[in-house]
């Protein structure tokens, strides 16, 4: 069990990472370029696709990490395990509880005004930085796999 917890957690967060960065790189910026007539279709389209790209993986790595303070291998220590359920913890919660209500927001009104843009690429900027501390201490654990 715990081996196949580990994998969960070492694809769940390599993952997540990945689609954070996309986020944060490539598909916020590109919603300022939309037509304001677009933009409600878009993000609709956006938030429709969300659950199966976004959301699944993002429920998986919480999950799957908050499992990993009981149900560790030998090679993970207790302390390491809280830091990255406290990091990936931050980043579902920063979007739940920050990035939600500018999404919401966006389809109350269907407009991508510019304030709520610029948050969500500040918010996105951090997701990147959590998930890529949770990836450093991911590859710090295969090494110490790999090695033992």
């Not at 739940?96 to 269907?110: D, E, I, K, L, N």
């Amino acid at each position: 069990m715990r081996d196949v917890l580990f994998v969960v957690v070492v694809l769940s967060t390599v993952f997540c990472a990945a689609v954070n960065a996309y986020t944060y790189q490539i598909a916020y910026p590109l919603w300022g370029f939309v037509g304001r007539e677009a933009f409600a279709a878009v993000h609709r389209e956006y938030l429709r696709r969300l659950d199966s790209i976004i959301t699944v993986p993002h429920v998986a790595m919480f999950f799957s990490a908050a499992l990993m303070l009981w149900l560790r291998p030998a090679f993970v220590a207790l302390a390491e395990a809280i830091v990255l359920f406290g990091l990936e913890a931050a980043v579902v919660a920063v979007s739940a509880f920050v990035a939600g209500p500018v999404h919401a927001r966006f389809t109350r009104t269907g407009v991508c005004d510019e304030a709520g843009l610029k948050l969500l690429v500040r918010i996105s900027a951090l997701r990147v930085v959590l998930m890529a501390a949770s990836c450093g201490l991911v590859v710090r654990w295969l090494l110490a796999l790999l090695t033992r």
